[in-house]
């Protein structure tokens, strides 16, 4: 939760000192496909809190924030930078459905 203080999904590239990897552009970008993938591991690792977290920042920056509502784009960069707008890969969103019902099934087994 050290990128944005947890307001905008999770960035790429974070060195162990907890800062931003500059070294790339790809590094220092938050991609809405990325966060989406990590927030469905994170529910079927049982970090059900984080994974939320995360998703909420993400959330709150893209539509809330930066209005972008039906044009979800590839990558942000802080502050409020991004590119690729309408693009596919934040399907992925359905990946944190996907977590749930698994999770809620193997409670149940």
């Not at 930066?66 to 802080?78: D, H, I, R, V």
Request: charged fraction near 15%.
């Amino acid at each position: 939760m050290k990128y944005a203080n947890g307001k905008a999904g999770s960035v790429n590239g974070m060195k162990p000192n907890g800062s931003v990897d500059i070294t790339s552009m790809q590094s220092e970008e938050m991609w809405i496909g990325t966060t989406c993938a990590l927030a469905s591991l994170m529910i079927f690792e049982g970090m059900n809190e984080k994974a939320w977290k995360t998703l909420e920042g993400m959330y709150n920056l893209l539509y809330n924030k930066l209005g972008l509502a039906f044009q979800t784009p590839e990558a942000l960069m802080m502050p409020n930078v991004y590119r690729s707008l309408g693009y596919m890969r934040a399907l992925c969103i359905w990946s944190v459905q996907y977590a749930l019902e698994q999770k809620k099934e193997q409670q149940h087994n």
